[in-house]
């Protein structure tokens, strides 16, 4: 079964569980007449792609992809040694790739699943949308519209405005490009007159200003993250050395390297996370403030908005992609392990204490390392993540909201929707949790959401602080056991990312976790629950499910290793997931009721599954961190 964007309601979302079986149908595939067969051939050469080889002189470049697939961050290198990150992205339509033959031929559905910009670069697509944007390029340079794309980066054109493909073909010639300029998002920017008062901070307390247009962009890191230069910058504060020029990466000017900050899309968190970050006590494991306020001046209102921020750049690199390297080449030291897994957790007790916020973004993605190799942690959007890291209690309330959620009617065909009375019955339980959830899921503004609010995730804001507490020591619990064990992430070929360093262990099997701090992250995990990625698996870009092996005792082996007999098939797939989906959000009804009963009773003390605090959690990690050190000395 492939891995598209209807995989997230059918199989990978807990709506799932309440959409209708298709019967399938029992009379086999029409026979294709030869006439037709050689109209979709391969042989045709109106069905063959021209070319999908690098272009010598490329004028664009890609530096990732996000979206499922449908969103290319590209980098206009024809502009020269100056390019300002207006984030000018490239946009798939779903139905774009509808031809399965395309999609195989430009690795459409690999792109659901690859992020980083190294393996973006080889897929198909990417070369595919290069040689179309040249094309495009060279055309409109043309004639009457040389000018057009000076003015595209001149700022006539809204921040995060979009390079639209309406359709793909094998023929670039033949793809529909137009321009979609983004008034909306402009309209959800806070204005710079106003922001002190949104974020409820004084606004001399904010910090310095600089213009979208004073910044270069070195390259796209993430759909949120850049890694830019800015203009005459004589700052020395910390800054790591640029030598490669933006446009084309021949050697250059030295130039101190920053990391900009801003979306183009759910400009709400944006601001979340800076209200976060300039209220955050400083800490030596914590990202810290921001230096500068980025803004732009908008053509509609005429407001010179903020559309993101400027904080330091730190070159270590990322635990995600650190700890694999580090056990591939058996080179893990436990001394740095423990370092990090102290760090991590004096910076979880500080964002919890200091900071008197929840943290729901725990995951390797956000855990860099600086240049002296010391935790960083950044991301502090609270947007939260996917059941993989999740502590089963918050994976049952965000469960119940995705059920609840008009937004997941949109966009649905062929009946497969979620009943209205499913719907009605899962908002009336979030409503018992949380009342105003719902002015909380459909607000896009930041300046508009519901009074007492100063961020958006439901599940988390359902938590009391003892409750958001727990959660985070399960999330530490995850992250201890990736440290130690040399992985990229607790699950194999987890469904929405894929890494260049899969896992090749499932959670909790342990095979290095030193002896002394195994029932520690046991006892960090206590509530776990079994995973759909021990039934349904990713391969490749495919869904498959899993056969697992057995021992001579007749029990499943811990570490999940599955034999070659994997059924692709979809009905099967689908069943299994539905299947699983009804007993998980069984599960997560029954848990919110208990805690609902409980709490009238006043018998629920917030931590239900007895883990240890953030502050025993670092206790125990010094504590082995002495003995075990001692006998290495």
Same mark, same amino acid.
């Given at each position: 079964m492939k891995l598209t964007s209807a995989s997230v309601r059918n199989v990978i979302h807990p709506t799932a569980a309440f959409i209708p079986s298709v019967p399938k149908s029992s009379s086999p595939p029409p026979t294709e007449p030869e006439s037709q067969s050689w109209l979709h051939s391969q042989l045709n050469p109106k069905n063959r792609i021209d070319s999908l080889e690098l272009l010598e002189t490329p004028l664009w470049r890609i530096d990732g992809c996000t979206g499922q697939g449908t969103q290319f961050c590209a980098l206009p290198l024809f502009l020269g040694d100056h390019i300002p990150p207006l984030r000018f992205d490239v946009f798939l339509p779903q139905e774009a790739g509808s031809c399965q033959r395309l999609r195989d031929l430009l690795d459409l559905d690999a792109a659901f699943h690859t992020k980083d910009t190294v393996r973006v670069q080889r897929l198909g697509i990417t070369r595919h949308i290069?040689?179309?944007?040249?094309?495009?390029?060279?055309?409109?340079?043309?004639?009457?519209?040389?000018?057009?794309?000076?003015?595209?980066?001149?700022?006539?054109?809204?921040f995060g405005s979009r390079i639209i493909f309406e359709n793909l073909e094998f023929d670039i010639r033949n793809i529909k490009i137009t321009i979609a300029q983004t008034f909306h998002l402009e309209g959800q920017l806070l204005?710079?007159?106003?922001?002190?008062?949104?974020?409820?901070l004084p606004q001399d307390n904010l910090p310095g200003l600089i213009d979208i247009f004073k910044l270069n962009i070195v390259r796209q890191l993430t759909e949120s993250v850049g890694?830019?230069?800015?203009?005459?910058?004589?700052?020395?504060?910390?800054?790591?050395?640029?030598?490669?020029?933006?446009?084309?990466?021949?050697?250059?000017?030295?130039?101190?390297?920053?990391?900009?900050?801003?979306?183009?899309?759910?400009?709400?968190?944006?601001?979340?996370?800076?209200?976060?970050?300039?209220?955050?006590?400083?800490?030596?494991?914590?990202?810290?403030?921001?230096?500068?306020l980025v803004t732009k001046q908008c053509?509609?209102?005429?407001?010179?908005?903020?559309?993101?921020?400027?904080?330091?750049?730190?070159?270590?690199?990322?635990?995600?992609?650190?700890?694999?390297?580090?056990?591939?080449?058996?080179?893990?030291?436990?001394?740095d392990q423990l370092k990090w897994a102290i760090q991590l957790a004096q910076g979880l007790l500080h964002i919890?204490?200091?900071?008197?916020?929840?943290?729901?973004?725990?995951?390797?993605?956000?855990?860099?390392?600086?240049?002296?190799?010391?935790?960083?942690?950044?991301?502090?959007?609270?947007?939260?993540?996917?059941?993989?890291?999740g502590a089963p209690e918050v994976n049952a309330l965000e469960y119940v909201r995705i059920l609840a959620s008009d937004s997941l009617l949109e966009d649905n065909d062929l009946g497969l929707c979620i009943p209205e009375d499913i719907i009605?019955?899962?908002?009336?339980?979030?409503?018992?949790?949380?009342?105003?959830?719902?002015?909380?899921?459909?607000?896009?503004?930041?300046?508009?959401?519901?009074?007492?609010?100063?961020?958006?995730?439901?599940?988390?804001?359902?938590?009391?602080?003892?409750?958001q507490e727990a959660a985070v020591v399960y999330m530490l619990g995850k992250l201890l056991w990736c440290i130690f064990e040399g992985q990229s992430g607790p699950d194999k070929a987890a469904f929405w990312q894929s890494y260049a360093r899969e896992p090749d262990l499932q959670f909790p099997a342990m095979r290095q976790t030193p002896a002394g701090l195994r029932d520690l992250v046991d006892q960090c995990t206590?509530? *776990?629950?079994?995973?759909?990625?021990?039934?349904?698996? &990713?391969?490749?870009?495919?869904? %498959?499910?899993? @056969?697992? #092996? =057995?021992?001579?005792?007749?029990?499943?082996?811990?570490?999940?290793?599955?034999?070659?007999?994997?059924?692709?098939?979809?009905?099967?797939?689908?069943?299994?997931?539905?299947?699983?989906?009804?007993?998980?959000?069984?599960?997560?009804?029954?848990?919110?009721?208990?805690?609902?009963?409980?709490?009238? *009773?006043?018998?629920?003390?917030?931590?239900?599954?007895? &883990?240890?605090?953030?502050?025993? %959690?670092?206790? @125990?990690? #010094? =504590?082995?961190?002495?003995?075990?050190?001692?006998?290495?000395?």
């Open positions: 290069l040689r179309t944007l040249q094309a495009w390029t060279q055309s409109s340079q043309q004639g009457d519209n040389k000018h057009s794309f000076a003015e595209m980066y001149s700022g006539t054109l809204p204005g710079l007159s106003k922001l002190g008062a949104q974020l409820g890694l830019v230069c800015i203009e005459d910058d004589d700052s020395v504060n910390g800054m790591a050395m640029a030598t490669d020029n933006a446009a084309n990466g021949t050697r250059a000017e030295k130039k101190k390297l920053w990391i900009l900050k801003a979306l183009t899309s759910g400009t709400k968190y944006l601001y979340t996370e800076l209200h976060n970050l300039l209220q955050m006590p400083p800490h030596p494991h914590v990202i810290s403030r921001p230096v500068r053509q509609f209102g005429g407001k010179n908005a903020v559309v993101g921020f400027i904080i330091p750049y730190h070159p270590g690199g990322g635990l995600r992609d650190t700890l694999p390297l580090l056990r591939i080449h058996g080179q893990p030291a436990l001394r919890h204490d200091k900071g008197q916020m929840y943290y729901p973004d725990l995951r390797l993605d956000n855990i860099l390392l600086s240049e002296a190799g010391d935790i960083v942690m950044v991301d502090f959007e609270q947007r939260g993540l996917w059941c993989e890291f009605a019955r899962y908002a009336a339980l979030l409503t018992r949790e949380l009342p105003d959830w719902e002015a909380l899921e459909t607000c896009e503004n930041y300046s508009q959401r519901p009074e007492g609010h100063t961020s958006f995730n439901i599940a988390w804001l359902c938590l009391s602080k003892v409750e206590r509530g *776990r629950r079994g995973i759909l990625s021990s039934l349904i698996k &990713r391969r490749g870009s495919e869904l %498959v499910l899993v @056969r697992e #092996k =057995d021992t001579r005792q007749g029990s499943c082996l811990l570490d999940g290793t599955v034999t070659d007999e994997e059924d692709e098939d979809e009905e099967k797939i689908l069943q299994v997931a539905k299947n699983w989906w009804i007993t998980e959000v069984k599960a997560a009804e029954d848990f919110l009721q208990i805690r609902h009963e409980m709490k009238e *009773r006043g018998e629920w003390n917030g931590n239900y599954f007895d &883990r240890p605090s953030l502050k025993e %959690v670092i206790n @125990r990690l #010094k =504590d082995f961190q002495k003995r075990s050190l001692q006998f290495v000395e």
